[in-house]
């Protein structure tokens, strides 16, 4: 059950954008539509702000895009403002055995 | 508005056993799929388990298949967790978290939490 890969860290300007990969394999994220992103405050629950790779929650800025090429997922956050400071986690169903997977997070840093 | 409320996260030592319970309120608690994720430092969220709408269909990751085991009780509105043979690496943050749905099916996606309840695996 390993992990999907994402950088630790990432960091951008009020007003940029920064993008933040998910890589896994052809078992969860190239064999699915059901992908996932979420943003954690420290001591906070994570948050759901992308689902069906593109989708957003109601309520969730059109800041946060999310695409998919491959075995790779992306989430991009545009106009970059101070309160996108958080860890930014992907998932991905991964099949009948697996059933979900998580990545291994990644540290907006907004600068 | 939604809430999942978790609680019995405790100290235990390894090979001890726990029970964890989720109560849910604000949706119509029989209509969803509803999971248990975990969070350490060492090893990030993790999907724990999950449970059908109905109670009869359970899953489990492969990191406590056959030590842990999940049920619910739809007219509670409740969720459990059954933890045994607990390990040291059990040792985590335990989220009750409901799985949306998106025009009327599953989305496989995560759309509420709760707080988290903390157990510690240690002697």
């Known amino acids: 059950q390993s992990a999907l890969t994402q950088p630790p860290s990432a960091s951008g300007s009020p007003g940029q954008s920064v993008t933040i990969s998910c890589t896994g394999t052809?078992?969860?994220?190239?064999?699915?539509?059901?992908v996932s992103w979420y943003q954690q405050y420290p001591g906070k629950a994570p948050k759901l702000i992308i689902y069906g790779v593109t989708k957003r929650p109601s309520g969730v800025p059109d800041r946060f895009a999310g695409s998919k090429s491959g075995n790779t997922a992306s989430l991009t956050v545009s106009g970059l403002q101070a309160d996108d400071e958080a860890e930014y986690y992907c998932s991905s169903h991964a099949g009948d055995n697996i059933w979900y997977v998580f990545g291994t997070g990644t540290k907006v840093t907004v600068l | 508005e939604v809430q999942l409320v978790e609680s019995g996260g405790v100290l235990v030592q390894p090979g001890g056993s726990l029970t964890l319970s989720c109560a849910a309120s604000?949706?119509?608690?029989?209509?969803?799929?509803i999971h248990w994720v975990r969070q350490s430092p060492g090893r990030g969220l993790e999907f724990v388990s999950a449970?059908?709408?109905?109670?009869?269909?359970?899953y489990y990751g492969n990191s406590v298949k056959g030590r842990f085991i999940i049920s619910r009780d739809n007219s509670k509105n409740a969720l459990y967790l059954q933890m045994g043979s607990l390990k040291t690496e059990d040792t985590a943050v335990y989220y009750c978290v409901r799985e949306g749905r998106d025009n009327g099916i599953h989305s496989q996606a995560f759309d509420s939490w709760g707080q988290g309840t903390l157990v510690t695996v240690s002697s």
């Open positions: 604000g949706f119509t608690f029989s209509y969803y799929f």
């Open positions: 449970v059908s709408p109905t109670g009869v269909a359970t």
């Open positions: 052809s078992s969860d994220i190239g064999g699915t539509n059901s």
